[in-house]
């Protein structure tokens, strides 16, 4: 049953969606007569540049691809046609189909609007800094990703070494995730950034090192190997995003780790974590650490089975 917190969280929600439908619809003039300064509406336009990425459509091709009204539609193909914009043909082996495809009007009419769509974006885009237009950009992809009747292909992945902002996020998610999946208090956030600060103040390149998994420029995974004696290292921080489990990043983040710490000369890689983070203690036990501690303990605001788990290498 919902709440009145969960009311107001879901109306929050709907307004934040609409507050930037208008700041974007205006901002690129979607609300003019014309669209780009055209004597085309968005409708029309949208018509235009789908009829343009292929030599011919039907109606009702065109009709699923932009999900728009056939009445609709109805009219502005036949307006196209008036103005000669469009050519309706019969169809060789179906006489009730319509082949529908751009005069060489129709593409002359087209180009001089895509030329200034790019532009326009082109302009929106030099505005900002360059880290920022990644930002963007990846941004609206998880936008179209979330909001997308189809199944979201797979995205390929990188794995790198850390950056500056990179702590911040590694600190953040942690502090949202476990609050989320395990009910964990802000004093295990606090926890997280007096690791993470330590990792920077102290870092040794040559035995330490942090890796950061990232898909389509933004990250979604991290672990972290730190010195704990000369011969044995700790594996510390690892994280994948809900949305990128599954994939193997997690498999993946454990198996750079290991390596990492071999060629660094550890004999033993120590582990510490919960009794309850199972996907974690999957990906251990299948790169063959085992179990060496357990013991029961109150932290972060939960009762908890701690677990230490080694691997020697």
Same mark, same amino acid.
């Given at each position: $049953?919902?709440?009145?917190?969960?009311?107001?969280?879901?109306?929050?929600?709907?307004?934040?969606?609409?507050?930037?439908?208008?700041?974007?619809?205006?901002?690129?003039?979607?609300?003019? &007569?014309?669209?780009?300064?055209?004597?085309? /509406?968005?409708? =029309?336009?949208?018509?235009?540049?789908?009829?343009?990425?292929? =030599?011919?459509?039907?109606?009702?091709?065109?009709?699923? #691809?932009?999900?728009?009204?056939?009445?609709?539609?109805?009219?502005?193909?036949?307006?196209?046609?008036?103005?000669?914009?469009?050519?309706?043909?019969?169809? &060789?082996?179906?006489?009730?189909?319509?082949?529908?495809?751009?005069?060489?009007?129709?593409?002359?009419?087209?180009?001089?609007?895509?030329?200034?769509?790019?532009?326009?974006?082109? #302009?929106?885009?030099?505005?900002?800094?360059?880290? #920022?237009?990644? *930002?963007?950009?990846?941004?609206?992809? *998880?936008?179209?990703?979330?909001? /997308?009747? +189809?199944?979201?292909?797979?995205?390929?992945?990188?794995?790198?070494?850390?950056? /500056?902002?990179? $702590?911040?996020?590694?600190?953040? +998610?942690?502090?949202?995730?476990? !609050?989320?999946?395990?009910?964990?208090?802000?004093?295990?956030?606090?926890?997280?950034? /007096?690791?993470?600060?330590?990792?920077?103040?102290?870092?040794?390149?040559?035995? @330490?090192?942090?890796?950061?998994?990232?898909?389509?420029?933004?990250?979604?995974?991290?672990?972290?190997?730190?010195? !704990?004696?000369?011969?044995?290292?700790?594996?510390?921080?690892?994280?994948? @995003?809900?949305?990128?489990?599954?994939?193997?990043?997690?498999?993946?983040?454990?198996?750079?780790?290991? !390596?990492?710490?071999?060629?660094?000369?550890?004999?033993?890689?120590?582990?510490?974590?919960?009794?309850?983070?199972?996907?974690?203690?999957?990906?251990? !036990?299948? #790169?063959?650490? =085992?179990?060496?501690? =357990?013991?029961?303990?109150?932290?972060?605001?939960?009762?908890?089975?701690?677990?230490?788990?080694?691997?020697?290498?």
């Amino acid at each position: $049953m919902a709440t009145v917190a969960d009311n107001q969280d879901i109306e929050q929600r709907i307004e934040a969606v609409r507050s930037f439908n208008r700041f974007y619809t205006r901002r690129i003039g979607v609300l003019q &007569d014309g669209y780009l300064h055209s004597e085309f /509406s968005l409708a =029309e336009v949208r018509v235009l540049y789908e009829l343009a990425q292929r =030599e011919r459509s039907t109606a009702r091709e065109l009709g699923q #691809a932009l999900d728009i009204d056939a009445g609709y539609l109805s009219r502005i193909v036949h307006g196209f046609v008036r103005r000669g914009l469009l050519d309706r043909t019969a169809s &060789d082996h179906d006489g009730r189909t319509r082949w529908l495809c751009l005069t060489p009007a129709g593409r002359a009419a087209f180009e001089p609007l895509q030329d200034s769509a790019r532009r326009q974006i082109g #302009a929106l885009l030099e505005a900002l800094p360059e880290t #920022a237009q990644a *930002q963007l950009v990846a941004a609206l992809g *998880q936008v179209e990703s979330l909001l /997308s009747e +189809r199944p979201p292909a797979a995205q390929p992945y990188v794995v790198r070494t850390h950056r /500056s902002g990179d $702590m911040g996020w590694v600190v953040q +998610r942690h502090g949202v995730l476990y !609050a989320q999946e395990y009910g964990f208090d802000e004093h295990f956030e606090a926890l997280v950034a /007096s690791i993470v600060a330590k990792f920077i103040e102290h870092e040794d390149p040559s035995r @330490e090192r942090c890796w950061i998994a990232e898909r389509g420029g933004v990250p979604v995974g991290c672990v972290f190997l730190v010195k !704990a004696s000369r011969k044995v290292g700790k594996l510390r921080l690892f994280l994948v @995003e809900p949305d990128a489990r599954g994939l193997g990043i997690g498999t993946r983040l454990v198996d750079d780790l290991l !390596a990492f710490a071999r060629a660094a000369g550890y004999r033993k890689v120590r582990l510490w974590t919960q009794s309850n983070l199972l996907a974690a203690r999957h990906v251990y !036990a299948r #790169a063959g650490f =085992e179990k060496v501690d =357990e013991e029961p303990h109150r932290s972060f605001a939960q009762d908890l089975v701690a677990e230490t788990w080694e691997l020697r290498l």
